[in-house]
């Protein structure tokens, strides 16, 4: 008997005996000779933003660790679901997969028309960065800390200004968040992308932002924006000198942008599995560590089931927050 043929033998009797469906030893076969052709991961924002920079440094990996092409095709557009969409339409083969952005978990929310559901529709691989956003604020203010603005504002009956990238963005959440948390009355003024905001910051038109470290630290390092406090429970490691909000006194206050990968939810567990085992490999090594730190961000690399869980309480939370805040787009 050919050899092959044997073995294929052996292993359908092997199933018999332990109740195995010949399907699951298919789909082990499918992860054993993948990948054999390129790969795309699809990009919902355009290029040269954090969540491209982070996309193009593992697919670069990836490409050396594989022997194919992994190439990044920006898709950006309608809030980042039309990435996300080409994504879950595609053939269930693992050569198609999309990041996704802390955004998606505010689109499940804010979004009354999406054609997908962030949690069913997709299976995560891993989450591969976190980054605060940073609380920035006109120079001119006389504060250098979160207590010293807010005694400002109430010093002198000021209600606070913040600016932000749009109704329903981050910034804003980071801001509306802030308000509520403080207690503080707070005057939102919605921009059509961050960088307008930022100019009216630093010409005084307005008194704060929370902005990504990618767009303010330069910034911040020229004098023309002052830094008060970082958004996650951990310093960021491009701003060590500035305290997070919770060490300012802002019990409980965590904003986390992140990026993450997924396929979809029809791709072979196999084919996930060896994806996640890859990718966070790539993201412990010290070269991704220190490339992702250009945009303020910590390389995470998480297990598939522990990004599950992290997405859902992602929706779950800035769906709290867009509730309180009665956010509407």
């Not at 073995?7 to 789909?27: I, N």
């Not at 509520?180 to 919605?190: A, D, F, N, Q």
């Not at 930022?198 to 924006?225: A, C, E, K, W, Y």
Request: overall charge positive; charged content about 15%; aromatic content about 6%.
């Amino acid at each position: 008997m050919n050899p092959d043929r044997r073995r294929f033998t052996e292993l359908m009797a092997l199933a018999g005996a332990y109740g195995v469906m010949p399907q699951a030893f298919a789909q082990q076969n499918v992860a054993d000779t993948y990948p054999k052709k390129p790969i795309r991961i699809l990009c919902p924002f355009a290029p040269a933003g954090g969540v491209d920079i982070t996309a193009r440094s593992v697919a670069q990996q990836l490409t050396q660790a594989w022997g194919q092409s992994v190439v990044v095709d920006n898709k950006p557009g309608a809030n980042g679901t039309i990435a996300v969409e080409s994504a879950i339409q595609a053939p269930a083969d693992g050569y198609t997969l999309t990041m996704i952005s802390s955004s998606h978990s505010v689109n499940a929310t804010l979004l009354k028309n999406q054609s997908y559901d962030l949690i069913k529709d997709l299976a995560p691989i891993t989450q591969m960065t976190r980054q605060p956003y940073v609380l920035v604020i006109n120079p001119n203010i006389p504060a250098n800390s979160v207590a010293e603005l807010l005694a400002y504002a109430k010093k002198n009956g000021k209600t606070l200004t913040y600016g932000s990238s749009g109704i329903g963005g981050f910034s804003h959440l980071a801001g509306g968040l802030f308000s509520l948390s403080t207690k503080t009355e707070m005057l939102h003024i919605p921009y059509k992308g961050g960088s307008l905001a930022m100019n009216d910051v630093i010409s005084g038109q307005i008194d704060m932002l929370f902005s990504t470290i990618l767009q303010s630290h330069g910034h911040i390092n020229t004098g023309r924006l002052r830094p008060i406090a970082v958004t996650t429970p951990q310093r960021s490691p491009s701003l060590p000198d500035i305290p997070t909000m919770q060490e300012a006194g802002v019990k409980d206050y965590e904003v986390q942008g992140w990026y993450g990968i997924c396929a979809s939810a029809k791709v072979p567990a196999p084919i996930v599995n060896k994806l996640n085992k890859e990718i966070v490999q790539i993201l412990r090594t010290p070269e991704i560590a220190l490339r992702l730190q250009t945009d303020g961000s910590v390389a995470v690399g998480s297990s598939q089931e522990e990004f599950g869980e992290f997405i859902k309480s992602q929706v779950t939370k800035w769906r709290n927050v867009i509730n309180a805040l009665k956010i509407q787009i």
